[in-house]
């Protein structure tokens, strides 16, 4: 297993990814992503904040992250951090915990970067998805209401549970 940096070529298969995601989604919850745009995608390949976990030369899953994220964190926003988003496993690779992987990779990635925490979000009443993020270390801040400004369609008139990792040096 390695985590890599995502490349131009992995695009199809990142939307593949997103959109077996939603099929999922459907069949768990009420909610659900409602579609990504390809260029913030490309963008965020570009800028190295589009991730891949690989398994035998085959994406096992795919992650985004960002250092900002002001429409949901607010003033929190103001902490050197890393905000994890779009967390998706491929089917065939289920069952692995990526997340606790990432936390592994984030935690010396953030320190690296001399970033004071790992964060993210899930949808406020979402409570499997709310239990499984703290048994992978995330702490639960609580449910906020996000200002919904530049983000994705999905995060409209929702609440979100946001959780956060502290960085120990």
């Not at 298969?13 to 997103?18: A, H, N, V």
């Not at 607010?74 to 988003?85: G, L, R």
């Not at 992987?101 to 970033?115: D, H, P, T």
């Amino acid at each position: 297993m390695k985590i890599a940096s995502s490349t131009v070529s992995d695009i199809d298969s990142i939307f593949k990814m997103y959109d077996l995601a939603v099929a999922y989604q459907k069949t768990k919850f009420n909610k659900h992503w409602m579609g990504f745009d390809r260029e913030m995608v490309l963008n965020e390949i570009a800028e190295t904040r589009q991730w891949k976990i690989v398994i035998d030369d085959e994406i096992a899953c795919v992650f985004a992250i960002t250092f900002e994220d002001e429409s949901i964190w607010k003033e929190k926003n103001a902490d050197p951090s890393v905000y994890f988003h779009r967390i998706v496993t491929n089917p065939k690779f289920k069952g692995q915990q990526f997340v606790k992987k990432i936390v592994q990779w984030g935690l010396a990635f953030a320190k690296e970067k001399k970033l004071n925490y790992l964060r993210m979000d899930t949808w406020g009443d979402n409570d499997e998805l709310i239990n499984y993020y703290q048994k992978c270390g995330f702490d639960f801040l609580g449910v906020i209401i996000p200002e919904y400004k530049g983000l994705p369609k999905h995060y409209e008139g929702i609440s979100l549970s946001l959780f956060q990792i502290k960085v120990e040096y």
